[in-house]
């Protein structure tokens, strides 16, 4: 039942993740614009440029705040990761079997020595 669960939380993730893609890409490049921008507000030495480089900020600025919800995105992505991460470690435990082999538990404990 708890990998049910986990398979139909990662398909929700999976579809919230799809349907925030393309304001995850547009947020990504606005704010890469506004490095730009500002490495070239830097280097303007003209009080024109500068402020002709604030305006061109101001209105990528605006681009970057209207897509500010893909960040819905980025904890679907995480929370798929999250999910990847509880399928798998759930495998391992599943895989481990206790025994009272004298020799499967020495050489555990050799495995955990040599760590």
Request: cysteine-free; hydrophobic content about 55%.
């Amino acid at each position: 039942m708890k990998k049910f669960l986990l398979f139909v939380a990662a398909l929700i993730a999976l579809a919230v993740l799809l349907a925030n893609l393309g304001p995850m890409i547009l947020l990504g490049v606005s704010v890469w614009l506004l490095y730009v921008v500002f490495k070239q507000f830097t280097k303007s030495e003209s009080t024109a440029g500068k402020i002709g480089w604030v305006i061109l900020g101001l209105i990528i600025l605006s681009v970057a705040v209207s897509n500010i919800y893909a960040v819905v995105g980025l904890a679907a992505a995480y929370a798929i990761y999250w999910i990847y991460k509880n399928w798998t470690s759930t495998k391992a435990e599943d895989t481990q079997v206790q025994s009272n082999d004298p020799f499967t538990n020495f050489e555990k404990q050799w495995a955990e020595l040599n760590k």
